[in-house]
Structure formats: structure tokens, C-alpha cells
């Protein structure tokens, strides 16, 4: 376990909830909230990293570890949820009209 990378997600994740709360205006709690979105890249980082290192200490007893069995678990453990999400979306809203919004849902599917 890295402490140190725990302690780092866990004041990333913060700063990323707190950015949720931002409303523009210009008290300086806005400013502070406004900054939260600014962590989001590091804390999917960090989070990466922890998942990817934490594979490869379980697949230490293993011979070899498998990248490809990694990215076929992540995948069989997110994509449900993602595809229930999207399904739910599209219930809701309806399918995207103009060519940008089909191409950007499109391209979300692989990231």
C-alpha cells in the first residue's frame, strides 16, 4: 500500500467534489471550488496507477503478468455500468441529433 498516493487521491478527490459545488460568481469560496476541476486529470493519474501497480502485485505468484487479462477485467467490470448509463441517458434524452454530439458518444464508448 502507498500512503503517500492515498493521502494524494484523497486531497485530488476532494478538490474534484468541491468543484462540483462551483457557481460562478465571485465570493472566494467560488475561486477555491473553481480550482477542484484543475485536480481531476491527476487524481484519474494516481488512480491508474494505484489500480495498474496493485494487478501486478496480485500476479506476482504468476509467471508472467497479463496485460491483457488487466484490461479484460477493468473493461467486464466498467462496461456494464457504462453501457446501463448510457441506455438510461439515451432513454431519457433521446438520440443525439447533430453529427458532433453521435460523434463524440461514439468516440466516448472506447475512452
Known amino acids: 500500500r502507498m500512503y503517500a498516493l492515498d493521502g494524494l487521491r484523497w486531497v485530488f478527490s476532494t478538490q474534484v467534489v468541491l468543484f462540483h459545488f462551483y457557481r460562478k460568481g465571485d465570493s472566494a469560496w467560488n475561486h477555491f471550488c473553481y480550482w477542484g476541476g484543475t485536480w481531476t486529470q491527476f487524481f484519474f493519474l494516481i488512480s491508474g496507477f494505484v489500480l495498474a501497480l496493485s494487478e501486478l502485485r496480485k500476479s506476482e505468484d504468476a509467471e508472467q503478468p497479463s496485460f491483457f487479462s488487466y484490461v479484460r477485467k477493468r473493461l467486464a467490470l466498467l462496461y456494464p455500468a457504462y453501457i446501463l448509463a448510457l ?12 453529427h458532433l454530439a453521435q460523434a463524440t458518444l461514439f468516440a466516448d464508448f472506447f475512452l
Open 87 to 98: 441506455a438510461f441517458h439515451l432513454a431519457l434524452t433521446g438520440p443525439p441529433t447533430s
